[in-house]
């Protein structure tokens, strides 16, 4: 909807990366390709590993026993039975990478089949799967293990097996959620409406976009797999005589007094191992959201300050007169101070190493009892420029320069508990969506009061007085059923009123309005316009509305300020700006209105019907 | 909500007979007579093996065993131990305290570290919160029974700080409680705390996203009132999901340790009865766990319904 | 000549049981060959569920679809497939309505190979496709996000396109689009039908919209359509209450008519809803 909220949130923020292109950013985040190396050795050492081997692993020979490390032939030294420390370690890793592989495919092939097929049909699959699931996740995994070990003597394999059944819930729950959320994206609807049949569809558009996040919970259950299994090796439960990193571990416990050193190898090797799943999943999922940038750090911002500042000194050395004749122009046209004055104010957002600018040297004025409207597209920087004003514009914004001071006090720079004192009550703010607005675990009511009392020393009694008060002054017909209410119990319009309630409940001087009916239907839309009128009228508090529709414009402001790519490109009275537009854009915008369009003629046929 | 709670109940029941009733017949799928050599001894005599089966009602059907086992839960009753023909309520209740102690422990650790330490990382950024992920990073790739060997080696048995093994229950002495039960813990819980404080943090920072947040900070609320009061309470059920999910994680850790620091726990308790071939008891443990579970699961689902008010009040 | 469709009674409902919601309460309209009928309605209203159901996209609970002569209502997925050569969809949020990991010539190549054409011939419709709608025919090989919104809305026409299809349901195409850029792209609406002989079914909430592009424009209220007629008629001179409610609710880019219209606007009674719902019901 309004664009210069993308600015801030999409573009910066999370922009997903394309999902073709997950391989390759992962290869580049060198703590994933240092997993991946990791993990490629050991594995190709799982497979080799009877050719390398120095030793037969089980092989006992006393002179070794308890043997220091680094000496002789015996690299890492000797165990308590004198066994080669080293060629365990090596013949252990077959054990370790069969176990991962055995969990990961019974995981992946239960929790995804059944994952697409709930999240993509849904109905009674979807049910009695989502029961079932949530059974096994309730199904103490270990101690089950522990007896299949015990009571029944089974392998490793099918202990892994049950294991990744038991684990597969989580697998299930993310391939379900995914799938739903494809499901329900209008290109998936556009394939349907096209006759692409069902298969197709989860071929094309639905594992395109579970693959890597599927990867990225492999990694983490191949890792947890591997702990796992040698927990229980170290509890005693592996297969005799088959070497294992958590046997080592149980043998040189039970040695620690005499060489507590040999903890240190099977606990390395088993590290390593889960250690390279961990970041590899933890690669793929920032990878996924994004994140994978380099943070701006401080010194950095400090540095990119410092580039515009000196931009901006320059530009103030010429730009004297700038201000000389602002200031000027202020006293010229009327003989008090404005109650809002933004001069050269330029907002700025550094995204993967380049600057934006958003808002550009923007200067203008909101005098007393003005309504004011700010009239652009999307990416004009009209939003920016409000956020900028009530110091609440992103962290990653950078205000390179500029002025904003309300009733001549400078806000840039402001600490923020002075700005506490000023925002709601010298200046309040209605959002443009009202429901995502207010807080969803709090009644209409107590919110309002947190603000009231913000703001007023008003005990809770009054608060709460003033805030039924106002409910019913925003044209709510039951304030205190409203009162108690919580969000989602009321409608947008409603939601509407009560954050134009809680803004003006402190009787603020200015109010910014950022695309205030923009989320309504029209006639809500015009109920809300009229409200924002009478209440202008009454308390002749200045009123800043943000808005691309010119309609609103015409409806409510005095002045209007026309914006593009973070420029002002027109601003004047209202009725002058409709009838005598000066700059092409504006023209161009004021051209694009429908309203005077003349409508099709109704089909030749159907004419010809009506006649 | 009083609906809302009767199902949950209604589905905890349905896992706990699901889940019993399925180990129950897998324990019992070799047969009674190879359960009969497995505690006789696999020279046994024939005789003696056919007595045993009979005299442990393993000659009845499966399903009319299990309807038994089932029937005493209600009396208390979970039959006697195939090897010391104990009552396995009796052998379990000394060592329910102890597996208790450690879950309950581990909880409040993990709870209350990482929400301090998620809410650091988020408020402050920074070196903080790179620390915080690094740390993260390498703790979860650390099992936590390696964890606590190293635990055992440094704190007890070099430095002698608390006792390397055994258990003192809270009734005898509260510090002598808190000294056996510590370091198995930290030793569960460190890895939980950390991945779980990352999560804290970025519900935190996705949470300061949200519009509202914007509103009410429009409205001249402090940043400290908007992060307790508005924040917090709005992140809530997404860390009290997720932490659940991790302590049930946990509970297999929690098993292991119990072994290494000796402490007499249900853990234990199964795995040695598993060795010795003694079911009643095994499944004694497994029922305790499915019961630990299915109320952590349902702890956090009232939690969560009561904190979203859409559940709570409709 | 025979209307292209025909919605007889169409009632369509969410959920079950309790939670029944009916949405569509009986709904008729008519689109001729190549007509633009413009369907009008505030948020909630059923508009998009209409055009839903015409897509096959909800089942229908009951009333009659006819397409062509021929009874769709209920449509197996065989003839809904054969159907989508003849019904296409424009959607509104030209951002979701495009697979971010599919590249331009992937997404408009889907609908032609899911009909059976082969790839080689494929491959010069979609040049020509990209050529209608004036998108530059290197656009091919990148991918939705490289796209502004107005670009990503034109590629979203082309594979509305590419089956030549006799009807296409646009839900709300232009209303997340910037103002200059919405313009352009109803023009482009506009001329494509002038040019293919395609009908429109034009589900918009702003009635400066549908009243540029329509032939006949369809207004809805809850469930109901409550008045259709003629283009102008509808949008200069609406009959029922609600329509007047809404024309007068509409704004204005000038300061004097718009300040009549308000007057008009606050001078009318109050809606009665349950005198709406028997009379839309009729």
Same mark, same amino acid.
């Given at each position: 909807?309004?664009?210069d909220a993308?600015?801030?949130?999409r573009?910066?923020?999370?922009?997903?990366?394309?999902?073709?292109?997950?391989?390759r950013?992962?290869?580049r985040n060198?703590?994933t390709?240092?997993?991946?190396v990791?993990?490629?050795?050991?594995a190709?050492?799982?497979?080799?590993?009877?050719w390398?081997?120095?030793?037969?692993?089980?092989?006992?020979?006393l002179?070794?026993?308890?043997?220091? &490390?680094?000496?002789?032939d015996?690299?890492?030294?000797?165990?308590?039975?004198?066994?080669?420390?080293?060629?365990r370690?090596?013949?252990?890793?077959?054990?370790a990478?069969?176990?991962a592989?055995?969990?990961?495919?019974v995981?992946?092939?239960i929790?995804t089949?059944?994952g697409?097929?709930?999240?993509?049909?849904?109905?009674?699959?979807?049910?009695?799967?989502?029961?079932?699931?949530?059974?096994? #996740?309730?199904?103490?995994?270990?101690i089950?293990?522990?007896?299949?070990?015990?009571?029944?003597g089974?392998s490793?394999?099918?202990?892994?097996?049950?294991?990744g059944f038991?684990?597969?819930?989580?697998m299930f729950?993310?391939?379900?959620?995914?799938?739903?959320n494809?499901?329900?994206?209008?290109y998936v609807?556009?394939a349907?409406?096209?006759?692409?049949p069902?298969?197709?569809?989860v071929?094309?558009?639905?594992l395109?976009?579970i693959?890597?996040?599927?990867?990225? #919970?492999?990694?983490?259950?191949?890792?947890?797999g591997i702990?796992?299994?040698?927990?229980?090796?170290?509890?005693?439960?592996?297969?005799?005589?088959?070497p294992?990193?958590?046997?080592?571990l149980?043998?040189?416990?039970?040695?620690?007094?005499?060489?507590p050193?040999?903890?240190?190898?099977?606990?390395v090797?088993?590290?390593?191992?889960t250690s390279?799943f961990? /970041?590899i999943?933890?690669?793929?999922?920032?990878?996924?959201?994004?994140?994978?940038?380099?943070?701006?750090?401080?010194?950095?911002?400090?540095?990119i300050e410092?580039? /515009?500042?000196?931009?901006a000194? @320059?530009?103030?050395?010429?730009?004297?007169?700038?201000?000389?004749?602002?200031?000027?122009a202020t006293?010229?046209?009327?003989?008090?101070? &404005?109650?809002?004055?933004?001069?050269?104010?330029?907002?700025a957002?550094?995204s993967?190493?380049?600057?934006?600018?958003v808002?550009?040297?923007?200067?203008f004025?909101?005098?007393?009892?003005e309504?004011v409207?700010?009239v652009?597209?999307?990416g004009s920087?009209?939003?920016?420029?409000?956020?900028?004003t009530?110091?609440?514009?992103p962290?990653?914004a950078?205000v390179?320069?500029?002025?904003?001071?309300l009733d001549?006090?400078?806000?840039?720079?402001?600490?923020?508990?002075?700005?506490?004192?000023i925002?709601?009550?010298?200046?309040a703010?209605v &959002?443009q969506?009202p429901?995502?607005?207010?807080? &969803?675990s709090?009644?209409?009511g107590?919110?309002?009061?947190?603000?009231?009392?913000?703001q007023?020393r008003?005990?809770k009694?009054?608060?709460r007085?003033?805030?039924?008060a #106002?409910?019913?002054?925003?044209?709510?017909?039951d304030?205190?059923?409203?009162y108690?209410?919580?969000?989602?119990?009321?409608?947008?319009g #409603?939601?509407?009123?009560v954050?134009i309630a809680g803004a003006?409940a402190?009787t603020?001087?200015?109010?910014l309005?950022?695309?205030?009916?923009?989320?309504?239907?029209?006639?809500?839309?015009?109920?809300?316009?009229? /409200?924002?009128?009478d209440?202008q009228? @009454?308390?002749?508090?200045?009123?800043?509305?943000?808005?691309?529709?010119?309609g609103?414009?015409?409806d409510?402001?005095d002045?209007v300020?026309?914006?593009?790519?973070?420029?002002?490109v @027109?601003?004047?009275?209202?009725?002058?700006?409709?009838?005598?537009p000066?700059?092409?854009?504006?023209?161009?915008?004021?051209g694009?209105v429908?309203?005077n369009?003349?409508p099709?003629?109704?089909?030749a046929?159907r004419k010809?019907?009506?006649a | 909500?009083?609906?809302y709670?009767?199902?949950?109940?209604g589905?905890?029941?349905?896992v706990?007979?699901?889940?019993?009733g399925?180990?129950?017949v897998?324990?019992h799928?070799r047969?009674?007579?190879?359960i009969?050599y497995?505690?006789?001894?696999?020279?046994a005599?024939p005789e003696?093996?056919?007595?045993?089966?009979?005299?442990?009602?393993?000659?009845?059907?499966?399903?009319?065993?299990?309807a038994?086992?089932?029937?005493?839960?209600?009396?208390?009753?979970?039959?006697?131990?195939?090897?010391?023909?104990?009552?396995v309520?009796?052998?379990?209740?000394?060592?329910?305290?102890v597996?208790?102690?450690?879950? $309950? $422990?581990t909880?409040v650790?993990t709870?209350?570290?990482?929400v301090?330490?998620?809410?650091?990382?988020a408020?402050?950024g920074?070196?903080?919160?790179?620390?915080?992920?690094?740390?993260?990073?390498?703790?979860?790739a650390?099992?936590?029974?390696?964890?606590?060997?190293?635990?055992?080696?440094?704190?007890?048995l070099n430095?002698g700080?608390?006792?390397?093994?055994?258990?003192?229950p +809270?009734t005898e002495?509260?510090g002598?409680w808190?000294?056996?039960?510590?370091?198995?813990?930290?030793?569960?819980a460190l890895?939980?705390?950390?991945?779980?404080a990352?999560?804290?943090?970025?519900?935190?920072i996705?949470?300061?996203?949200?519009?509202?947040?914007?509103?009410?900070?429009?409205r001249?609320?402090?940043p400290?009132?908007?992060?307790?009061?508005?924040?917090?309470?709005?992140a809530?059920p997404?860390?009290?999901?997720?932490?659940?999910l991790?302590?049930? $994680?946990?509970l297999?850790?929690?098993?292991?340790?119990e072994?290494?620091? $000796?402490?007499?726990g249900?853990?234990?308790?199964?795995?040695?009865?598993?060795?010795?071939?003694?079911i009643?008891?095994?499944?004694?443990?497994v029922?305790?766990f499915?019961?630990?579970?299915?109320?952590?699961?349902?702890?956090?689902d009232?939690?969560?319904?009561?904190?979203?008010p859409?559940v709570r +009040?409709? | 000549?025979?209307?292209?469709?025909?919605?007889?009674?169409?009632?369509?409902?969410?959920?079950?049981?309790?939670?029944?919601?009916?949405?569509?309460?009986?709904?008729s309209?008519?689109?001729?060959?190549?007509e633009?009928?413009?369907?009008?309605?505030?948020s909630?209203?059923?508009?998009?569920?209409l055009?839903?159901?015409?897509l096959?996209?909800?089942?229908?609970?009951?009333?009659?679809?006819?397409?062509?002569?021929?009874?769709v209502?209920?449509?197996g997925?065989?003839?809904?497939?054969?159907?989508?050569?003849?019904?296409?969809v424009?959607?509104?949020d030209?951002y979701?309505?495009l697979?971010?990991s599919?590249?331009?010539?992937?997404i408009?190549t889907?609908p032609?190979?899911a009909?059976?054409?082969?790839?080689k011939?494929?491959?010069?419709t979609?040049?020509?496709?990209?050529?209608?709608?004036?998108?530059?025919a290197?656009?091919?090989d990148?991918?939705s996000?490289?796209?502004?919104?107005?670009q990503?809305?034109?590629?979203?026409?082309?594979?509305a396109?590419?089956l030549?299809p006799k009807?296409i349901v646009c839900d709300?195409?232009?209303?997340?689009?910037?103002?200059?850029?919405q313009?352009?792209v109803l023009?482009l609406?506009?001329?494509?039908?002038q040019?293919?002989?395609?009908?429109?079914l034009f589900?918009?909430?702003?009635?400066?919209v549908?009243?540029?592009?329509?032939h006949?424009?369809?207004?809805?209220?809850?469930g109901?359509i409550v008045?259709?007629?003629p283009?102008?008629?509808?949008?200069?001179?609406?009959?029922?209450?609600y329509?007047?409610?809404?024309?007068?609710?509409?704004?204005?880019?000038?300061p004097?008519?718009?300040?009549?219209?308000?007057?008009?606007?606050?001078?009318?009674?109050?809606?009665?809803?349950?005198?709406?719902?028997?009379?839309?019901?009729t």
């Amino acid at each position: 909807m309004s664009a210069d909220a993308d600015i801030t949130g999409r573009a910066i923020a999370a922009e997903p990366i394309v999902r073709r292109g997950v391989f390759r950013a992962l290869l580049r985040n060198p703590l994933t390709a240092a997993s991946l190396v990791v993990l490629a050795l050991f594995a190709v050492i799982a497979i080799i590993q009877p050719w390398i081997l120095p030793y037969p692993p089980n092989e006992v020979n006393l002179r070794l026993t308890n043997a220091a &490390p680094f000496g002789s032939d015996y690299l890492l030294g000797g165990d308590n039975y004198g066994r080669d420390i080293l060629s365990r370690l090596i013949a252990s890793t077959r054990g370790a990478f069969q176990a991962a592989a055995v969990l990961s495919v019974v995981a992946v092939v239960i929790g995804t089949t059944a994952g697409l097929i709930a999240g993509y049909y849904g109905r009674v699959f979807d049910s009695v799967a989502s029961w079932l699931f949530s059974a096994i #996740m309730a199904v103490p995994a270990v101690i089950i293990l522990i007896s299949l070990y015990t009571l029944l003597g089974v392998s490793t394999t099918v202990a892994m097996a049950v294991f990744g059944f038991l684990v597969s819930p989580s697998m299930f729950w993310m391939v379900r959620t995914l799938t739903r959320n494809v499901r329900n994206e209008l290109y998936v609807d556009a394939a349907r409406v096209a006759g692409l049949p069902d298969r197709r569809i989860v071929g094309r558009h639905v594992l395109i976009a579970i693959r890597a996040p599927v990867i990225l #919970m492999i990694a983490g259950l191949a890792g947890a797999g591997i702990a796992v299994q040698a927990g229980l090796e170290f509890l005693g439960l592996g297969q005799a005589g088959v070497p294992s990193w958590g046997a080592m571990l149980t043998d040189a416990f039970g040695n620690i007094y005499v060489a507590p050193e040999q903890l240190i190898w099977p606990a390395v090797a088993l590290g390593l191992v889960t250690s390279a799943f961990t /970041l590899i999943s933890i690669g793929v999922r920032d990878t996924l959201e994004g994140t994978y940038v380099k943070p701006s750090t401080r010194a950095r911002r400090r540095e990119i300050e410092a580039l /515009l500042g000196s931009a901006a000194a @320059e530009r103030t050395l010429g730009g004297t007169a700038d201000a000389a004749t602002a200031t000027t122009a202020t006293t010229s046209t009327s003989t008090s101070q &404005p109650l809002l004055a933004i001069d050269g104010l330029r907002v700025a957002y550094e995204s993967g190493g380049s600057l934006t600018t958003v808002v550009d040297d923007v200067s203008f004025r909101v005098e007393k009892g003005e309504v004011v409207g700010v009239v652009g597209e999307s990416g004009s920087g009209k939003t920016q420029t409000v956020f900028a004003t009530l110091g609440l514009l992103p962290e990653e914004a950078i205000v390179a320069r500029g002025s904003i001071r309300l009733d001549g006090r400078e806000l840039l720079g402001l600490p923020e508990r002075d700005l506490l004192e000023i925002r709601g009550h010298r200046m309040a703010y209605v &959002p443009q969506e009202p429901l995502s607005n207010l807080d &969803p675990s709090f009644t209409v009511g107590s919110q309002l009061v947190h603000g009231i009392r913000a703001q007023s020393r008003a005990t809770k009694k009054e608060a709460r007085d003033l805030a039924l008060a #106002m409910l019913d002054r925003v044209g709510i017909a039951d304030p205190l059923r409203v009162y108690r209410r919580y969000p989602h119990q009321i409608s947008g319009g #409603m939601a509407q009123r009560v954050l134009i309630a809680g803004a003006v409940a402190c009787t603020p001087s200015l109010l910014l309005a950022d695309e205030p009916t923009t989320a309504l239907d029209v006639t809500i839309q015009a109920e809300v316009l009229d /409200l924002l009128r009478d209440l202008q009228t @009454e308390t002749g508090m200045g009123v800043l509305i943000v808005t691309h529709n010119f309609g609103v414009v015409a409806d409510l402001c005095d002045r209007v300020v026309v914006m593009r790519s973070g420029r002002i490109v @027109e601003e004047g009275r209202v009725g002058d700006v409709f009838t005598r537009p000066q700059h092409e854009y504006t023209r161009m915008l004021l051209g694009s209105v429908l309203d005077n369009a003349a409508p099709r003629e109704a089909s030749a046929r159907r004419k010809a019907a009506h006649a | 909500m009083l609906t809302y709670v009767a199902r949950r109940l209604g589905i905890g029941v349905l896992v706990f007979v699901a889940v019993t009733g399925i180990s129950y017949v897998l324990y019992h799928v070799r047969g009674a007579d190879s359960i009969a050599y497995r505690l006789l001894g696999a020279d046994a005599r024939p005789e003696e093996v056919e007595i045993k089966v009979h005299a442990l009602g393993l000659d009845r059907s499966l399903p009319e065993q299990y309807a038994g086992w089932f029937g005493g839960l209600f009396r208390g009753d979970l039959g006697e131990s195939f090897v010391s023909n104990q009552d396995v309520t009796a052998i379990m209740s000394t060592r329910v305290p102890v597996t208790l102690s450690l879950i $309950a $422990a581990t909880l409040v650790l993990t709870l209350v570290f990482s929400v301090v330490l998620g809410v650091w990382a988020a408020t402050r950024g920074g070196v903080v919160d790179r620390v915080i992920q690094v740390v993260s990073v390498i703790v979860s790739a650390v099992p936590g029974y390696w964890l606590a060997l190293v635990l055992v080696i440094v704190f007890a048995l070099n430095l002698g700080l608390f006792p390397a093994t055994g258990f003192i229950p +809270i009734t005898e002495t509260f510090g002598g409680w808190l000294s056996t039960i510590f370091l198995p813990s930290i030793a569960i819980a460190l890895g939980a705390i950390f991945s779980l404080a990352v999560w804290v943090r970025s519900s935190i920072i996705d949470m300061r996203r949200q519009d509202f947040v914007r509103t009410l900070r429009s409205r001249g609320l402090s940043p400290r009132s908007i992060m307790y009061r508005h924040v917090l309470r709005n992140a809530a059920p997404s860390i009290v999901q997720m932490l659940g999910l991790q302590i049930i $994680a946990l509970l297999g850790g929690a098993i292991i340790v119990e072994r290494i620091f $000796a402490l007499p726990g249900i853990g234990q308790m199964s795995l040695d009865a598993g060795l010795a071939g003694d079911i009643p008891v095994v499944l004694g443990g497994v029922a305790f766990f499915v019961v630990v579970i299915v109320i952590i699961n349902i702890a956090v689902d009232l939690i969560n319904g009561f904190l979203n008010p859409k559940v709570r +009040i409709s | 000549m025979p209307d292209l469709l025909t919605a007889h009674d169409l009632r369509v409902t969410y959920g079950r049981g309790r939670n029944a919601n009916e949405v569509l309460k009986g709904v008729s309209v008519e689109i001729g060959q190549g007509e633009t009928l413009g369907l009008v309605g505030e948020s909630g209203s059923g508009k998009t569920t209409l055009g839903r159901a015409v897509l096959g996209l909800v089942p229908v609970a009951g009333g009659t679809l006819t397409f062509a002569g021929e009874d769709v209502t209920r449509l197996g997925a065989r003839g809904r497939r054969r159907l989508a050569r003849d019904i296409q969809v424009v959607f509104q949020d030209p951002y979701t309505s495009l697979n971010p990991s599919m590249t331009i010539r992937d997404i408009l190549t889907e609908p032609l190979v899911a009909q059976g054409a082969k790839k080689k011939d494929a491959a010069s419709t979609v040049r020509a496709l990209l050529d209608q709608v004036a998108m530059p025919a290197d656009a091919l090989d990148r991918y939705s996000r490289e796209f502004s919104g107005g670009q990503r809305q034109r590629i979203a026409i082309a594979r509305a396109l590419a089956l030549d299809p006799k009807l296409i349901v646009c839900d709300e195409p232009v209303s997340a689009l910037d103002l200059s850029t919405q313009l352009k792209v109803l023009d482009l609406f506009i001329e494509l039908q002038q040019r293919t002989g395609v009908a429109y079914l034009f589900i918009s909430h702003d009635l400066s919209v549908v009243r540029h592009v329509s032939h006949r424009v369809a207004v809805m209220y809850r469930g109901h359509i409550v008045e259709t007629g003629p283009a102008l008629q509808v949008t200069d001179d609406p009959q029922h209450p609600y329509t007047q409610r809404l024309w007068a609710a509409n704004l204005v880019a000038d300061p004097a008519e718009q300040a009549n219209r308000r007057a008009v606007r606050q001078s009318l009674p109050p809606l009665d809803d349950d005198a709406l719902a028997a009379a839309g019901a009729t």
